[in-house]
């Protein structure tokens, strides 16, 4: 890279966004943005004013959150929970292909030409889009239309129906609400309205048949699980009864007749101890009081003797009359005598009687203890039975369970049974409508002013798109800054572009770069070659750059032009000059100055020719051109050889500026050895056209062969559009020193 190039470079920052850099790109492509941003209103306009007019309704349904209950009785299928997934999934359930088909149904939109596509007859664009799209389902894969069969037809054209019926309503929750409005656009009015109406109806109505089905699929169910309940409850308890009397287990006010036995032993036994723990007790109280020899007065037993007393009054009667005898008589009187064989005989009653209550106080011992004895063995034999029976009534408490369990299970099944047939004409839906739809007056579709101000919306969008599409799609190169941005040069010169008038065109007359710089000395375009002449002496202080050789990426760009234009305003300056055609392929310079020439640069390498001999001078600014005979073909590496070498050093010393006239660098080698050898380079490339990447491959093969480069020509610049590409660059000021020039 060389020094001027170096010092012309500026810093970059890609990562801020250059307002006025913005500006110039739409200031040069302003026509673009303004033909696209008018063609885009123009096509939303015309697609506004052949627009179907359209009609949009609506009906809403609201879920119900409160359900009424008039039994208390669970449904099969129970109620909507009032939360907000419950509220989506209907949304969804309104949006099924199902529910459309039944819509489709019920208002037989299958001989709806709006909906059914075969109904309708393709005129203009439609029949040609028609066509389009029966030509390639053709070419795919599957039965074509005239392999089906007319159910098949049949059921494919509903199937369409069903899609454009879909496509015509919305469904949406209304907010954070319950409410779900059902909107439906049609052609007609009248259809809009029925078929937002048709579907709230189709909706309530499949709510109450999958409850209804619900229901009947239960009582279905139901009925045949209670009769299989039923039967099996009988075979239960019959199983339980049969085993009860095998094993003798018969009931007794709730318990066996072996545990009722067990018991009322046990009572009375416990009463029999009682009574013989009683008598023992007498007993032992009357023996201990006759041991001690208490008198029988105090005997509890004596004293409740109903014969004692009777004796001890008796006895009471006869010791009175004994008394009064006594003081009476002497103790030998007859009746004192007779009153006391009465009192002894009394006694030996009272004895007696006294002997005879111990007697039968022992025998009711006796009888007490025999009767505890007694039912003690028979309550031994009836624990032994009840032992018995325990075993049995362990497996009978079982079968008792399962039956019960059975039994359980079957009146709940019959309850719920009898539940589901009370509630099957209860069944009311989930939801209800809250507005129906009415017939639309206006269209929803189109909207002029929407579409109108959609339309310069979109106007403007495509038309920034458009613009900045191209500036990216745009890989050429514009100003000097792109130059010094895109390959780190320096930026000699814009050579302006030569326009031609509209009668010359409509002629096919041309104009001749080199004669205009004869012509017009005085021009932009003329100066454009001095800045060159000027930039190549300035470059050259320290060495001299006297051969400098003119190249380009690719053809088209402009370097033949350069060099014979860039030679007669150096010859015109003063300065000794030549011009070499180093294009062996086209002889371009060879054929815009003398076409005819029969010897040339080759001859003189080869030694055939005299240097002085060949070359051709102008007459009318004194250049020297080296040219390339028209017939010449060498497979020879002659820009290699020795003898081009010795050419240049002979041409150094004979002219003030050596100008080599060679082919692109990137479609012939040839080129490659000449730069090599040259002062300095200088890289044609024309304004817009030049990619970038191939410009950059360019200077990459030179660079590669250890040329000077000095700088890149832009070629063929319109100075009046580069002037839109910002301020910072010079053809901005293009108007302002325009009048220093004759053009």
Request: aromatic fraction near 6%; charge should be negative; proline fraction near 3%.
């Amino acid at each position: 890279m060389s020094e001027t190039a170096a010092s012309s470079q500026t810093p970059q920052n890609d990562d801020l966004i250059d307002l006025r850099e913005l500006i110039a790109v739409f200031r040069r492509r302003f026509w673009t943005l303004v033909a696209t941003g008018f063609l885009t209103f123009v096509v939303v306009v015309l697609f506004t004013l052949q627009a179907t007019p359209l009609y949009t309704v609506s009906s809403s349904v609201v879920l119900n959150v409160r359900q009424s209950q008039v039994v208390d009785i669970e449904a099969v299928l129970s109620g909507m929970p009032p939360d907000s997934a419950m509220v989506d999934t209907e949304v969804e359930v309104l949006r099924s292909r199902a529910l459309a088909e039944t819509v489709v149904d019920r208002l037989q939109l299958v001989n709806v030409p709006e909906f059914n596509s075969s109904l309708r007859e393709p005129s203009g664009l439609g029949a040609l889009i028609g066509g389009v799209k029966s030509f390639l389902r053709g070419f795919l894969p599957g039965p074509s239309a005239t392999s089906l069969t007319e159910e098949e037809a049949q059921q494919r054209i509903r199937e369409s129906v069903v899609s454009a019926l879909m496509e015509a309503r919305t469904m949406r929750r209304a907010g954070l609400t319950y409410v779900i409005e059902i909107s439906a656009t049609s052609e007609t009015p009248s259809l809009a309205r029925d078929i937002a109406n048709t579907y709230a109806d189709a909706y309530l109505t499949s709510q109450l048949e999958a409850k209804f089905e619900a229901t009947e699929r239960a009582n279905e169910w139901l009925n045949e699980r209670v009769e299989l309940l039923r039967e099996e409850v009988q075979a239960r308890e019959q199983a339980v009864a049969r085993f009860r009397d095998e094993a003798g287990l018969i009931n007794a006010e709730g318990a066996t007749v072996a545990e009722q036995q067990v018991a009322d032993l046990n009572s009375q036994l416990a009463i029999q101890r009682a009574e013989l723990s009683e008598a023992r007790a007498r007993l032992d109280a009357v023996r201990s009081q006759l041991e001690r020899g208490v008198a029988s007065d105090t005997i509890a037993e004596v004293l409740s003797s109903d014969v004692i007393r009777e004796l001890r009054r008796q006895q009471a009667e006869v010791a009175r009359r004994q008394a009064d005898l006594s003081g009476r008589y002497g103790p030998r009187h007859p009746e004192i005598l007779t009153v006391e064989r009465e009192l002894a005989d009394i006694n030996s009653q009272i004895d007696a009687e006294i002997d005879r209550i111990v007697a039968s106080l022992e025998n009711e011992v006796n009888v007490s203890a025999q009767r505890v004895r007694s039912l003690q063995g028979s309550l031994q034999a009836a624990r032994g039975e009840l032992s018995v029976n325990n075993s049995a009534i362990v497996q009978l408490r079982a079968l008792e369970r399962e039956a019960e369990a059975s039994r359980a299970l079957f009146e709940s099944f019959l309850n719920r049974f009898r539940q589901t047939n009370e509630t099957e004409g209860l069944t009311e839906a989930d939801a209800r409508v809250v507005a129906q739809a009415s017939t639309p007056q206006t269209p929803s579709s189109p909207n002029v002013m929407l579409n109108l101000a959609l339309g310069i919306v979109l106007a403007g969008i495509a038309g920034i798109g458009v613009v900045f599409a191209l500036e990216i799609l745009d890989s050429g190169i514009h100003t000097d800054a792109d130059i010094e941005k895109q390959f780190g040069l320096a930026h000699i010169a814009s050579v302006p572009r030569l326009k031609v008038g509209l009668a010359d065109r409509i002629s096919g007359k041309t104009i001749d770069p080199g004669e205009y710089v004869l012509a017009k000395p005085l021009s932009s375009f003329s100066e454009s070659f001095r800045t060159i002449r000027s930039a190549i002496r300035i470059s050259g202080i320290d060495n001299q750059n006297i051969v400098v050789a003119i190249t380009s990426a690719v053809p088209g760009d402009g370097k033949t032009t350069t060099a014979l234009c860039l030679g007669r305003v150096s010859a015109m300056a003063g300065s000794r000059s030549i011009v070499v055609d180093c294009d062996l392929r086209r002889r371009l310079l060879t054929e815009a100055l003398h076409p005819d020439a029969t010897e040339g640069l080759l001859e003189v390498l080869s030694g055939t020719a005299n240097l002085d001999d060949v070359i051709i001078s102008d007459a009318d600014t004194g250049l020297d051109v080296l040219p390339v005979a028209q017939t010449t073909f060498t497979p020879r590496d002659v820009f290699g050889s020795s003898a081009f070498e010795a050419l240049l050093d002979q041409l150094r010393q004979r002219y003030d500026q050596v100008i080599l006239d060679t082919a692109p660098v990137l479609a012939v080698a040839d080129t490659r050895a000449i730069v090599s050898r040259a002062d300095g380079v200088l890289v044609a490339v024309r304004w817009k056209k030049s990619s970038t990447g191939v410009v950059r491959k360019a200077i990459h093969e030179i660079e590669a062969s250890k040329a000077n480069i000095l700088g890149v020509v832009l070629n063929n610049v319109d100075l009046e559009a580069q002037a839109r590409y910002g301020y910072d660059q010079g053809g901005y000021y293009y108007r302002s020193y325009q009048k220093y020039y004759s053009d």
